[in-house]
């Protein structure tokens, strides 16, 4: 037997791999951008498990945490994370995990304030240029059952208008680059949004919504073509 092993009995020997190393790694969570500026959420074990956001600046001169101490960027709408939060203008918009309110930081001066009530938790935030509003998923916990819908939140009032209803479960609302339709994805009970969910577009204009794709399928990530041209992609999942 080579002098580098030992005999030991089934299950007994020890391994370089513990439990302290596997939980003790950073999870990235999510990614998005402002201009060219790159953010990304951690999850960190080290801090209990909190959820902190760190910003790369576009000339890679600094990368630091810009998430306050004592916050967490995690929402619970539907009971699992995911898309809490944007970056605008040198403003972050997060759900903040401890009261599932939005909050907003400015970047430049580190001033800090709640933006929505108590009581409902928002996800999948998208900025709204052509209405200076946050359009995102929100679901109301002061009734029972919850209700989803998707909401426009002011960014001169922070006052909150729903534009589109009637589902059980949304996520993912796109804004198309002229502002004036959205395409969103809902899903309804007993469905989960791994299993059968639909892919709409909501007409602000003419207020009308249209099912263009699924029922049978998972269809996930739906995005705008870039320019003006009316393209909707999307990923479907079997």
Request: charged fraction near 25%.
């Amino acid at each position: 037997m080579s002098a580098h092993l030992k005999e030991a009995p089934y299950g007994s020997w020890k391994s370089a791999i513990t439990t302290s190393l596997i939980t003790s790694r950073i999870d990235f969570v999510s990614i998005f951008t402002d201009e060219n500026d790159v953010y990304w959420t951690e999850m960190r074990p080290d801090e209990e498990g909190r959820y902190v956001i760190v910003r790369r600046s576009s000339d890679n001169k600094e990368m630091r945490v810009v998430l306050p101490d004592g916050f967490s960027a995690c929402h619970s709408l539907n009971d699992y994370g995911g898309a809490s939060a944007i970056a605008v203008k040198s403003l972050l918009f997060f759900s903040n995990l401890n009261d599932q309110r939005v909050y907003v930081v400015d970047l430049l001066d580190g001033r800090m304030q709640p933006i929505t009530q108590p009581g409902y938790r928002y996800a999948y935030m998208e900025f709204d240029r052509n209405n200076n509003a946050i359009v995102a998923v929100r679901e109301d916990m002061t009734v029972s059952p919850p209700v989803q819908t998707i909401v426009a939140i002011d960014l001169k009032t922070y006052s909150d208008q729903i534009i589109i209803h009637g589902h059980d479960f949304y996520s993912s609302p796109r804004i198309s680059p002229r502002g004036d339709k959205i395409a969103f994805i809902s899903w309804k009970h007993p469905n989960m949004p791994w299993d059968h969910t639909e892919l709409w577009i909501y007409d602000r204009e003419t207020n009308t919504k249209n099912m263009i794709a699924g029922r049978t399928e998972s269809i996930m990530e739906p995005c705008w073509s870039p320019d003006n041209v009316f393209f909707l992609f999307f990923v479907i999942g079997f």
